[in-house]
């Protein structure tokens, strides 16, 4: 990978990014009245929309460890995420502050785990747009992350429909049995596509070694 690489992709990125963001948080009120949610359900959906933004500022510091093949180095932000979440979420809602301990431990778990990412793999920050690398990363990237999008409309959007008709607590349920019954998929698949897809692309050219 070159810098422009890099760039092209951080500056795509963030652009399609923010602009998710802005629409977000626009239509946030909107939204909060459609589904009947509390002021601390609407801050937490900001907050959500928020973290959209942080959380697009990780991925190259992770593509970079993903490409080396250095998951014992990727999963330690995650780790120090996932401790700061859970002690400060069960804290602030023992401390009595309901739906918004999840703002809250969302928002700084998220925050303070950016800088390990930059530590463990440095990146200077830089914008630019090379329409050759733009091209590229377009061609192999749409197809690529289709699936993903398909999945949001087909898994996701499902949802928003649900609400309406069995309420926020049904969806907690439907969300909760969904996420038993496609644990041991996720977690074989995820797992495995995870390791193959850098270790595959690096040895791509090998074809004797890829076999």
Same mark, same amino acid.
């Given at each position: 990978?070159?810098?422009?690489?890099?760039?092209?992709?951080?500056?795509? =990125?963030?652009?399609?990014?923010?602009?998710?963001?802005?629409?977000?948080?626009?239509?946030?009120?909107?939204?909060?009245?459609?589904?009947?949610?509390?002021?601390?359900?609407?801050?937490? #959906?900001?907050?959500?929309?928020?973290? *959209?933004?942080?959380?697009?500022?990780?991925?190259?510091?992770?593509?970079?460890?993903?490409?080396?093949?250095? #998951?014992?180095?990727?999963?330690?932000?995650?780790?120090?995420?996932?401790?700061?979440?859970?002690?400060?979420? +069960?804290? *602030?809602?023992?401390?009595?502050?309901?739906?918004?301990?999840?703002?809250?431990?969302? *928002? +700084?778990?998220? +925050?303070?785990?950016?800088?390990?990412?930059?530590?463990?793999?440095?990146?200077?920050?830089?914008?630019?747009?090379?329409?050759?690398?733009?091209?590229?990363? *377009?061609?192999?990237?749409?197809?690529?992350?289709?699936?993903?999008?398909?999945?949001?409309?087909?898994?996701?959007?499902?949802?928003?429909?649900?609400?309406?008709?069995?309420?926020?607590?049904?969806?907690?349920?439907?969300?909760?049995? =969904?996420?038993?019954?496609?644990?041991?998929?996720?977690?074989?698949?995820?797992?495995?596509?995870? +390791?193959?897809?850098?270790?595959?692309?690096?040895?791509?050219?090998?074809?004797?070694?890829?076999?």
């Amino acid at each position: 990978l070159e810098d422009i690489d890099l760039q092209t992709t951080f500056t795509l =990125q963030e652009l399609l990014v923010s602009i998710i963001v802005i629409i977000g948080l626009y239509f946030s009120k909107a939204l909060a009245s459609y589904f009947h949610l509390s002021i601390d359900g609407l801050w937490l #959906f900001r907050t959500l929309i928020f973290l *959209l933004f942080i959380s697009s500022l990780k991925t190259i510091p992770s593509i970079l460890m993903e490409r080396k093949i250095q #998951f014992e180095k990727q999963i330690l932000p995650q780790i120090v995420e996932s401790l700061i979440f859970n002690i400060l979420v +069960v804290f *602030l809602a023992l401390k009595g502050l309901g739906v918004a301990s999840f703002s809250w431990a969302f *928002l +700084v778990s998220a +925050v303070a785990s950016l800088p390990i990412y930059y530590y463990l793999a440095p990146w200077k920050i830089g914008f630019k747009i090379d329409k050759t690398v733009v091209k590229k990363i *377009l061609t192999f990237g749409t197809p690529y992350q289709l699936k993903s999008i398909l999945g949001v409309f087909k898994d996701d959007f499902i949802k928003l429909y649900a609400t309406k008709t069995i309420g926020l607590e049904g969806v907690g349920f439907l969300e909760w049995g =969904q996420r038993w019954a496609f644990s041991p998929f996720r977690f074989i698949v995820d797992s495995v596509t995870k +390791v193959t897809f850098p270790a595959f692309a690096r040895i791509q050219e090998e074809k004797e070694v890829l076999r």
